[in-house]
């Protein structure tokens, strides 16, 4: 079968099209549904659609010279499946700069009794790279996932939070001789609010630069600004741009402060379970977001939110080389005193990233056509046939 390249197989939204033929009927099916339906996967030699043009004495001479037919073999489902898994390794091992996010390594404290939440496109991007390398550790996945911005959250029951509590007491009390205690800080207070970055008028650009960095310093600096490096793709590039490797440290090496000492962070009714998390408005202040210029104008970022990047470039698993690249750019922009470039609106954004569906389609092809429902589906299917899924499990309890 001759191979097409991949953005060409799959630019029409579907897998396999040299191979596959789908009806009208079959294209509001599931991914699964369609996988294991036989008839999907029909070499296309019955001629369905077409009028036949051979008459009688064609018939006849057909009738009577026997044919010679190759025995059929259809793909089973898994066969197909695996098929698929590959064009998802080809898609999924868009490099990494390791520059970008240090080598990391989870302590056994940060794990021990965090259950993980991931999304299917997030899921699935990892049980394809630990596929394709070979990888039998959960611990050394969920390393790879906060390397290339993978979003992923890691939720603790409460019990396990007392513990870990208890433990820090047992060493500041052993080291300083007492338990210190302390109110939560007015960033915890419920009242509490931050205010946007005002609009630079009369400022130079240099000064609006600088006064964005130090609210970002002073946002990174909070316990649980941990939780950025958590949430992937932007969030993720930014937090350790601003905040360097010892904020990396900071959230591999113990659960914050702000979790252990006050319980404060995105929480689940049932089982009982709180995970790090950081509020709207310490994301605003991390993006740069401003004040218009007058009372009705719009809203202006320094860096794009990411629904903004989404709706111009697809959707995404992970921080990948073209993200990399219009992210340096744009920070050399940033960072040039003689620039007018300020902070950009919506559809200012959007003409930015304009360039970037151009010089990159390949990739902003492959992002689109993992919108919509097919990454759970897809995800159904796997999970049916190489085990269930990782989400909302215990790191003991999964089995690689």
Not at 43 to 60: A, T, W
Not at 73 to 86: A, N, Y
Not at 172 to 199: D, I, V
């Amino acid at each position: 079968m001759s191979r097409r390249s991949l953005a060409d197989r799959l630019s029409g939204g579907q897998y396999h099209q040299t191979k596959t033929r789908t009806t009208a009927s079959d294209q509001h099916k599931p991914l699964k549904d369609r996988i294991q339906d036989p008839k999907r996967f029909d070499n296309g030699s019955r001629g369905v659609g077409k009028r036949s043009r051979r008459n009688d004495s064609d018939e006849e001479t057909v009738a009577r010279s026997p044919q010679r037919r190759e025995p059929s073999v259809e793909p089973t489902p898994r066969t197909v499946l695996q098929e698929i898994l590959d064009d998802l390794a080809t898609v999924f091992q868009v490099d990494t700069p390791r520059a970008v996010i240090p080598e990391v390594r989870f302590s056994g404290t940060v794990l021990r009794d965090a259950r993980i939440e991931l999304s299917p496109l997030s899921e699935l991007s990892l049980r394809t790279w630990a596929q394709v390398n070979k990888v039998t550790s959960l611990a050394e996945v969920i390393d790879e996932a906060l390397r290339r911005g993978i979003p992923f959250r890691l939720f603790y029951p409460r019990s396990a939070l007392d513990d870990l509590m208890e433990d820090l007491e047992d060493d500041l009390q052993s080291n300083f001789g007492h338990t210190p205690e302390s109110p939560a800080p007015s960033y915890l207070r419920k009242e509490h609010t931050e205010p946007l970055l005002p609009w630079y008028n009369g400022l130079t650009h240099r000064d609006a630069r600088r006064q964005y960095e130090y609210r970002v310093a002073e946002i990174l600096q909070r316990p649980h600004a941990t939780a950025f490096l958590f949430k992937g793709g932007i969030w993720s590039r930014l937090a350790v741009h601003y905040g360097g490797e010892r904020l990396v440290q900071r959230a591999t090496l113990q659960v914050s402060r702000t979790l252990l000492h006050y319980t404060i962070g995105d929480q689940t009714t049932y089982p009982r379970l709180v995970a790090e998390s950081v509020s709207r408005e310490e994301e605003d202040a991390l993006i740069g977001r401003c004040a218009g210029m007058g009372a009705k104008s719009e809203l202006r970022e320094w860096w794009p939110r990411p629904e903004t990047i989404q709706f111009n470039l697809g959707p995404s698993a992970q921080w990948s080389t073209m993200d990399e690249s219009w992210f340096q750019e744009h920070l050399r922009t940033i960072n040039n005193d003689m620039s007018n470039e300020g902070p950009k609106t919506r559809a200012e954004w959007g003409r930015f990233f304009k360039h970037w569906m151009y010089v990159s389609r390949e990739e902003v092809v492959l992002r689109r056509i993992r919108s919509g429902k097919e990454p759970a589906d897809l995800l159904q299917t796997y999970t049916d046939t190489y085990g269930k899924s990782w989400n909302m499990d215990t790191f003991q309890a999964i089995d690689l």
